[in-house]
């Protein structure tokens, strides 16, 4: 072998390393406080969550952790989950605890079981979206944090391959105000507190519409899931806040007016399940039945 051949062979090699995407884990803890989902439902569950995990990583490009633990926790009395939900430190539900929800540290999912499984599939799933996002960004504005957490709901394997369901009635809402002339600007509704979103959400505007069309539209296209990469990493920790629309205006061409009028003239359109390219969907996590 030629000299300069000894020096190129092992850089092409490294480069070659370089350029294949390291692959996500998943670990699963399973946790029954009296539930007893059957193994199907479990491995169906934490594939899809590892997926997810793998499409923040292969779709939006995010320096996600590649080796996670999460432990999920069923429980079939909601008294007893209540009870041990208000036990937790920093415990912050004001109103009436939900169905579900999810703690970042340590990554936990809490449910309580339900005979309708299809229901219980996209409460986890949105709450483990919630997770992903928020150990990627403490500070993510809602409008992703909630968009993202209903798209990825209603995640599903088909014939091989990783595929997100649209929430028809949400984007019958956003229709429904185009046709009426109702819809807001978008800034508005991206620069929304937290706190006002809340109340709005309260009140029954449908805030939760807006945030779940507005991320759908992004992650339907290249430059769209590009945006939401550059918003999340944006309010990173150490990263000085900024209005979400100032953040359009750098980095989507035209910026956020650009952005609302392609937004407002896709909506009319019609909705399918959405592929999203990653690496093995099918591929069972490593589940760990604690009791």
């Known amino acids: 072998m030629r000299p300069a051949a000894r020096i190129l062979l092992p850089a092409l090699l490294l480069c070659l390393l370089c350029s294949v995407p390291a692959r996500a884990y998943v670990r699963f803890g399973v946790e029954n406080h009296g539930a007893a989902p059957d193994p199907a439902f479990v491995e169906n569950i934490t594939t899809l969550i590892a997926d997810i995990h793998k499409a923040f990583i292969s779709a939006l490009r995010l320096r996600v952790t590649s080796d996670v633990h999460v432990t999920l926790k069923f429980y079939k009395e909601r008294d007893e989950y209540e009870k041990d939900a208000k036990g937790l430190r920093g415990w912050n539900y004001v109103n009436a605890i939900p169905p579900a929800f999810y703690r970042h540290q340590p990554m936990e999912i809490w449910a309580v079981d339900s005979p309708d499984r299809e229901l219980l599939r996209q409460q986890v799933l949105h709450e ?37 369901r649209p929430y028809l009635p949400r984007d019958r809402i956003t229709k429904d105000q185009v046709q009426q002339g109702q819809l807001p600007d978008l800034a508005a509704t991206i620069d929304m507190t937290r706190d006002d979103w809340q109340r709005m959400d309260d009140s029954g505007q449908p805030v939760r519409a807006h945030s779940w069309s507005v991320c759908w539209f992004l992650l339907s296209s290249p430059e769209g899931r590009q945006l939401l990469n550059d918003l999340i990493r944006a309010h990173q920790p150490g990263r000085r806040p900024e209005k979400s629309s100032a953040l359009v205006d750098r980095y989507w061409r035209g910026g956020s007016k650009a952005l609302d009028a392609a937004w407002r003239a896709w909506i009319p359109g019609q909705r399918a399940a959405m592929p999203l390219d990653i690496p093995n969907p099918e591929e069972p996590s490593l589940t760990t039945l604690i009791r």
């Open 128 to 164: 483990s979206t919630h997770m992903f996002v928020h150990n990627l960004s403490e500070n993510c504005p809602i409008w992703i944090h909630e968009g993202l957490a209903e798209a990825f709901q209603g995640a599903v394997l088909r014939n091989g391959s990783f595929f997100l």
